[in-house]
C-alpha cells in the first residue's frame, strides 16, 4: 500500500514538472560560458575579453561543457540533468523516510513524496536550465549522508567511509553563496571541504586565494553600493534590474537586435525581441520619435 502511494506521488511529480517546464534567460549565461570553454576560448563570457567570472555554478558550467565535448545540446542537457536530480533529490528523501520507519508505519513515508510532488518551486525548478535542483540534491544529500555517517558504526566497529564532505563539496561547487568577504575565492575552500577525511565529524576551514580580480559577487555587491547611494528603490537596485533596462534602452537608440543579442548574450534573437516590447514612458518615447520623424 506505502509503495502504491509513493508511485502515486511520482506521477503526479512528472505531471507537475511537465506543467512548469521551461528555460530561464539567465541560464544562457551558463550556456555561453560553456560553450566558449568548449571551443577553446576558456572561460569568458566574450572570447578574446577580460576574464571575468560571470557566473556562481562553477560545476554546473563545467558539466554543461562536458556535453558539448560530446556534441550534445546544452540546452536540452541542462534540462535532462535537473529533471535527473529531481527524480534522485525524491527518491533520497523518500528513502530516508522509509529506512527510519517501523515495519507497520512504512506508510508514512508517503507523506513527504506527495507534500514534494504538489510543491509548486519544487517542480519548477525542476527545470530552468540553472543549476538549482543540483545543488538542492547535493546538499540534501551530504546532509543525510553526515547523518548516516553520525549514527551507523560497521559491525568490526569502524565508521562509515566519509562520503558527506565530498558531496558538500560538491555541492559549494555547484552554487558557492558565501559571505561577501569570500568573494571569487570559494573553489579552493570547496576543495578543503572535499578533502576533509574527520569521519562522521564535518569541518571546514577555509583557505582563501583569489582566483579571479573580479566576480559575479563582486559586481552585484559594487552595484548594490552605487544604487544605494544613488538612492534607487531596492527592487531596481540589482544587476538583473540595470541589465534589462540596458536591453530596453538600447532598442529605444536603435541599436540593432543583432548588436544587442550579442552584448546580452542571447542565443535565440527571440529572448532579445523581447526589449522591443515596451509600455509606459519607453512606449512613449518611441511614439514621440515616431512624430518626429514625419516632420523632418
Known amino acids: 500500500m506505502a509503495w502504491a502511494g509513493i508511485a502515486l506521488a511520482l506521477i503526479v511529480l512528472v505531471l507537475h514538472v511537465r506543467t512548469y517546464f521551461f528555460l530561464t534567460d539567465d541560464s544562457f549565461i551558463s550556456f555561453r560560458y560553456a560553450r566558449n570553454l568548449v571551443h577553446g576560448q576558456g572561460l569568458v563570457f566574450n572570447p578574446g575579453g577580460e576574464r571575468v567570472e560571470g557566473y556562481t555554478n562553477l560545476l554546473w558550467v563545467l558539466l554543461l561543457a562536458g556535453f558539448g565535448v560530446f556534441g550534445l545540446p546544452m540546452e536540452a542537457m541542462a534540462s535532462v540533468l535537473s529533471i535527473a536530480a529531481t527524480l534522485a533529490l525524491f527518491a533520497i528523501v523518500v528513502r530516508f523516510a522509509w529506512t527510519r520507519l517501523p515495519d507497520g508505519q512504512k506508510w508514512i513515508a508517503v507523506i513527504p513524496a506527495l507534500l514534494l510532488a504538489a510543491t509548486r518551486s519544487f517542480a519548477v525548478w525542476a527545470t530552468s536550465g540553472l543549476e538549482t535542483r543540483l545543488f538542492d540534491f547535493l546538499l540534501v544529500a551530504g546532509v543525510l549522508r553526515l547523518v548516516h555517517e553520525v549514527e551507523h558504526v560497521h559491525a568490526d566497529g569502524s565508521p562509515p567511509r566519509p562520503l558527506a564532505p565530498w558531496i558538500l563539496g560538491l555541492a559549494a561547487l555547484t552554487r558557492p553563496?558565501?559571505?561577501?568577504?569570500?568573494?571569487?575565492?570559494?573553489?579552493?575552500?570547496?576543495?578543503?571541504?572535499?578533502?576533509?577525511?574527520g569521519g562522521a565529524v564535518l569541518t571546514l576551514t577555509p583557505i582563501f586565494l583569489r582566483f579571479w580580480s573580479w566576480s559575479r559577487i563582486t559586481g552585484w555587491r559594487r552595484v548594490k553600493a552605487v544604487m544605494h547611494i544613488a538612492s534607487a528603490p531596492h527592487f531596481v537596485a540589482t544587476p538583473?534590474?540595470?541589465?534589462?533596462?540596458?536591453?530596453?534602452?538600447?532598442?529605444?537608440?536603435?541599436?540593432?537586435?543583432?548588436?544587442?543579442?550579442?552584448?546580452?548574450?542571447?542565443?535565440?534573437?527571440?529572448?532579445?525581441?523581447?526589449?522591443?516590447t515596451v509600455v509606459g514612458p519607453e512606449e512613449r518615447a518611441l511614439a514621440k520619435r515616431t512624430w518626429r520623424g514625419f516632420w523632418k
Do not use: C
Not at 177 to 197: I, T, V
Open 177 to 197: 553563496f558565501l559571505p561577501d568577504e569570500a568573494d571569487n575565492r570559494l573553489p579552493l575552500m570547496a576543495a578543503q571541504l572535499a578533502g576533509a577525511s
Open 240 to 276: 538583473k534590474a540595470l541589465r534589462h533596462a540596458f536591453g530596453v534602452e538600447a532598442t529605444l537608440e536603435n541599436i540593432s537586435l543583432t548588436m544587442v543579442q550579442r552584448w546580452l548574450g542571447h542565443k535565440d534573437i527571440k529572448t532579445t525581441t523581447i526589449y522591443t
